[in-house]
Nanobody, 126 residues
Framework: QVHVVESGGGLVQAGGSLRLSCAAS????????LGWFRQPPGKEREFVAA???????YYGDSVKGRFTITGDNAKNTVYLQMNSLKREDTARYYC????????????????????WGQGTQVTVSS
């Protein structure tokens, strides 16, 4: 059993910053990719960012230049620094982990990940 736990969400004004944290524990898993996804109210879950064991990082178009992902696959921890937050960033943010080696096209898909946290809410006010 692998447990994935996110923290760091909250309420912030537009233009502000938040830092999300995620840690996976339990059964030993050698993670390949550590990712963040988000689900705005009434919408589907979407890709935010990912970090892979070979040192690559990936970002969704809407967060490029504002968000930074930092992953430590050896420790199964990942952080998401979110700057210049906008109202449209309001969503529940989920951390995801997989030990499978993924093609680049799969890194941005929810189906690429095996373990998920319960999510942490981020609300950006105007």
């Amino acid at each position: 059993q692998v447990h994935v736990v996110e923290s760091g969400g909250g309420l912030v004004q537009a233009g502000g910053s938040l830092r999300l944290s995620c840690a996976a524990s339990g059964r030993t898993v050698r993670s390949y990719a550590l990712g963040w996804f988000r689900q705005p109210p009434g919408k589907e879950r979407e890709f935010v960012a990912a970090s892979t064991r070979n040192g690559n990082t990936y970002y969704g178009d809407s967060v490029k230049g504002r968000f930074t992902i930092t992953g430590d696959n050896a420790k199964n921890t990942v952080y998401l620094q979110m700057n210049s937050l906008k109202r449209e960033d309001t969503a529940r943010y989920y951390c995801a982990v997989t030990s499978r080696t993924l093609y680049t096209s799969d890194v941005v898909q929810t189906s690429g990940y095996d373990y998920w946290g319960q999510g942490t809410q981020v609300t950006v006010s105007s």
